[in-house]
């Protein structure tokens, strides 16, 4: 396994390539701004949170995702039970019927309130469920369960929130099978025995 010195002494000498490519660029798509670090000899460059090791030569990363989109209707097959729903207030119950699905409530407010609420399209992907939103059910004005949420957020149907509230861990998480598959492409393109 080949392995990657640093000069930082704050950081242990050796490390991984996994570690190492998470100091890696995930190539211009995702940075907009790029500054010098005159701190270092390794030119490295800063990013919004993304720091990229010139020294390592590793080709530009192009992530290709071939799954299919999942409409959260086929999402929401076979949940058997739901806990945690809440019906929504009654200002934005109101917009909710106003509204189609896949919009936002804010678009039936006449000064644009409410935009953190919205309706899922049952056959649309779900968009980002954040911890503080409002996303609900096309079918009743009402909150997502955690069942929902799981299945929309890729969690394990038993995962255990212990006693937090499971949207909002979800809501502040990236989705676990995200997760996976971006490692799975940063091992495949830079870290397998033949790119290394």
């Known amino acids: 396994m ?15 390539p996994f570690v190492a490519a998470v100091f890696s660029a995930l190539d211009s798509v995702l940075i907009s701004k790029l500054a010098s670090n005159p701190n270092t000899d390794n030119s490295i460059f800063c990013a919004t949170s993304v ?32 806990s945690f729903v809440k019906p929504i207030g009654p200002a934005a119950r109101a917009l909710w019927h106003k509204v189609k699905p896949g919009q936002s409530l804010s678009k039936a407010h006449s000064k644009g309130y409410f935009f953190n609420y919205g309706m899922l399209n049952p056959n649309q992907p779900s968009p980002t469920i954040l911890a503080n939103s409002g996303m609900t059910h096309w079918q ?10 799981k299945r929309l957020q890729t969690f394990p149907e038993d995962f ?16 676990p099978f995200m997760t996976q598959r971006v490692a799975l ?12």
């Open 2 to 16: 080949k392995t990657i010195s640093l000069p930082d002494p704050d950081v242990p000498e050796v490390i991984t």
């Open 51 to 82: 720091v990229i090791r010139l020294d390592l030569n590793l080709k530009p990363f192009k992530p290709e995702f071939k799954e299919r989109p999942i409409s959260c209707k086929t999402a929401f097959e076979g949940i058997t039970s739901e």
């Open 140 to 149: 009743s004005p009402r909150t997502l369960s955690a069942e929902e949420n």
């Open 160 to 175: 255990n929130f212990l006693k937090s509230d499971p949207r909002y861990v979800m809501g502040m998480s990236v989705p």
């Open 185 to 196: 492409e940063i091992y495949n393109q830079w870290l397998k025995t033949e790119n290394i």
